[in-house]
C-alpha cells in the first residue's frame, strides 16, 4: 500500500554555496565544503531520489513509478508522462550570485537535448538584509542589443533586479533570463530538467582558477526578450486556508499558512502532490491510519491513491503544496 513518502536528500556543492543548508534547514552535508543546493525530489537521471522511510525504504522514485504508475501520480499525469517523473523539488543556498542564465522552453530543449524545458518558481524561505535577485529585464530588449550587451559586458545594466525576502514568490517561464542573489535561501520547484544555460558568471574562478563554461551562443535562442513590468507573483496570504500562488501548464503551487488542524482531500485533482515544509512543523495523518512528521526543510510526495490527509501545524506553520494540473 502506497503511503506519504519522503526521500533521502541529494547534496550538491556549487562554487557560490554556503552553510545555510545545514545551519537553517538542519542537514549534515558533510564532507562536503558547501552545500549549494538539495535535490529534495528528484526523477532526473543519475539522481534518482531514494525513500528514506516505511515499507519502501531504499527502493528509487524511478521503481516505484514503473511498479505503481498511475497509483503513484495519478491516471492524467501517467498518461502524459509516463515513466517520467515531472517535478523537481530542491532547496538553495546562494552562498553568492549565482550566474546569470536561463533555460530552454519544452520544444527547444527536445530538439537540443531531448530533455524537457526548464520552467520554474521560487519560494524566499530566509533572505539576508538587502537580497536581491534577477528576474527578466528592466525593459524590451531586441535580441540584437542583448547580444551586444553580452560582448560589452554590460548585460548587469539591462536586467531586472529585485528586492526578495521571506514569503516571496517568483515565477519564472522558461526563457526569462535569472539569477538568485547572494544571502537568498529558496525552495524551487521545476519540471524534470537539468538543463541550464549560463550568459554570466560574474568572471570567478574555481578553486583551480578556472572559469565555468559559459552557453552564450545556446542561450540567444531560448531567451524570451520581452518586459513584462510586474515580475513578483502577487498571491493573498490567507491564515488556515490553501492559497493559489502559482498555476502553469507543468505545475500548481498553493501556499498554505497555518495554525490549526486542516483535512486536505485531494480527490478531484488525478495528480500525486508534493507537500514542502517552508516554515514550522506539521504532522500528517491519513485516513489509513500512517502518520508522518515534516519540519522546515523537509518535503514529502503524497501518492495520488492517498485521496484524503489531516494536517496538524505545531504552532504557526507553511506549506508549499504543488501538483500537476
Not at 511498479?67 to 495519478?74: A, E, K, N, P, S
Not at 520547484?189 to 583551480?208: C, G, L
Amino acid at each position: 500500500m502506497l503511503y506519504p513518502l519522503t526521500f533521502k536528500t541529494i547534496f550538491k556543492d556549487k562554487i557560490w554555496g554556503g552553510n545555510k543548508i545545514n545551519t537553517i534547514l538542519g542537514k549534515d552535508f558533510a564532507p562536503l565544503p558547501n552545500c549549494g543546493e538539495t535535490w529534495e525530489i528528484s526523477g532526473v537521471d543519475g539522481n534518482v531520489s531514494i525513500v528514506k522511510d516505511g515499507e519502501l525504504a531504499g527502493k528509487s522514485l524511478q521503481e516505484l513509478l514503473e511498479t505503481y504508475q498511475d497509483q503513484l501520480v495519478g491516471r492524467h499525469v501517467y498518461e502524459r508522462f509516463g515513466n517520467t517523473f515531472p517535478l523537481l523539488v530542491k532547496f538553495i543556498d546562494a552562498n553568492d550570485d549565482l550566474s546569470i542564465q536561463v533555460h530552454p522552453n519544452d520544444a527547444l530543449a527536445k530538439e537540443r537535448h531531448n530533455s524537457f524545458g526548464k520552467t520554474e518558481m521560487w519560494y524566499i524561505i530566509q533572505a539576508d538584509e538587502g537580497a536581491t535577485l534577477n528576474s527578466g529585464f528592466n525593459r524590451e530588449v531586441t535580441k540584437e542589443e542583448y547580444v551586444k550587451a553580452v560582448e560589452d559586458n554590460t548585460i548587469q545594466d539591462i536586467l531586472n533586479i529585485e528586492a526578495a525576502k521571506p514569503g516571496d514568490v517568483f515565477f519564472l517561464p522558461a526563457g526569462r533570463v535569472h539569477y538568485i542573489g547572494k544571502g537568498l535561501l529558496l525552495a524551487e520547484i521545476q519540471q524534470t530538467s537539468d538543463i541550464t544555460y549560463r550568459i554570466y558568471d560574474f568572471d570567478r574562478t574555481d578553486d583551480k582558477g578556472q572559469k565555468r563554461e559559459l552557453h552564450t551562443e545556446q542561450a540567444v535562442d531560448a531567451i524570451d526578450y520581452h518586459y513584462y513590468g510586474d515580475y513578483k507573483t502577487q498571491y493573498e496570504k490567507v491564515q488556515n486556508k490553501s492559497v493559489n500562488a502559482v498555476a502553469c501548464d507543468y505545475f500548481v503551487t498553493n501556499v498554505l499558512n497555518f495554525d490549526q488542524e486542516v483535512l486536505h482531500d485531494y480527490t478531484d485533482i488525478n495528480s500525486f502532490v508534493i507537500l514542502v515544509c517552508v516554515g514550522g512543523g506539521v504532522q500528517l495523518q491519513t485516513e489509513q491510519g500512517y502518520s508522518l512528521n515534516l519540519k522546515t526543510g523537509e518535503c514529502a510526495l503524497i501518492p495520488a491513491d492517498v485521496q484524503q490527509i489531516t494536517l496538524i501545524p505545531e504552532g504557526d506553520m507553511t506549506l508549499l503544496e504543488s501538483y500537476v494540473p
